[in-house]
């Protein structure tokens, strides 16, 4: 299944669109980024180890949200091949790291976009529809906010009603 990102309001959207492929895979969700447009005006992060690293959500950053029976799980892919994976409890609260794990399969393009791949673990108790995100980072160190929905006046991809995609 394929969905599109909307920017934010607030969000430069800079002639970029962005959608998302979905697939189930058992207890996984594979999911392709794709970013169309001028993607030499973005700033993309430099190669990483594929390791679990903090704050990737700073720069150009692939985020879901899946809801749990307890609160939800926030997985972060970047396109350095770094990731994270975070549990919450509640709305913004209650944050942990989570252990699920997340394989960033890197980026690939053609002349007018780049694509990001990866593999995510559903947590235990996945449950409800999910969250799909995008962060870009422009060359001059603006950002963009991207998701299928945008509830509030402030980007705010932990919303409650930001996730509206049914786990496919």
């Not at 970029?16 to 169309?36: G, K, N, P």
């Not at 299928?148 to 509206?164: I, R, W």
Request: hydrophobic share 40%; glycine share 8%; aromatic share 10%.
């Amino acid at each position: 299944m394929q969905v599109d990102l909307t920017p934010h309001p607030a969000s430069p959207r800079d002639g970029l669109m962005v959608s998302v492929d979905t697939e189930r895979r058992a207890d996984q969700l594979w999911l392709r980024f794709i970013v169309e447009g001028d993607t030499d005006a973005i700033e993309w992060p430099r190669k990483a180890p594929a390791i679990r690293t903090d704050g990737l959500w700073q720069h150009t950053c692939f985020e879901v949200f899946v809801r749990t029976t307890g609160g939800y799980v926030e997985y972060n892919l970047s396109p350095s091949d770094a990731w994270a994976t975070y549990r919450f409890s509640g709305y913004r609260e209650g944050m942990s790291p989570a252990n699920q794990a997340i394989d960033v399969h890197g980026l690939d393009g053609g002349e007018q976009y780049v694509a990001l791949e990866g593999v995510i673990d559903l947590p235990p108790g996945a449950t409800g529809p999910i969250a799909l995100s995008v962060v870009i980072e422009a060359i001059d160190g603006s950002l963009s906010y991207w998701a299928l929905a945008h509830p509030s006046d402030k980007p705010d991809f932990h919303h409650p009603d930001s996730f509206v995609l049914e786990i496919p």
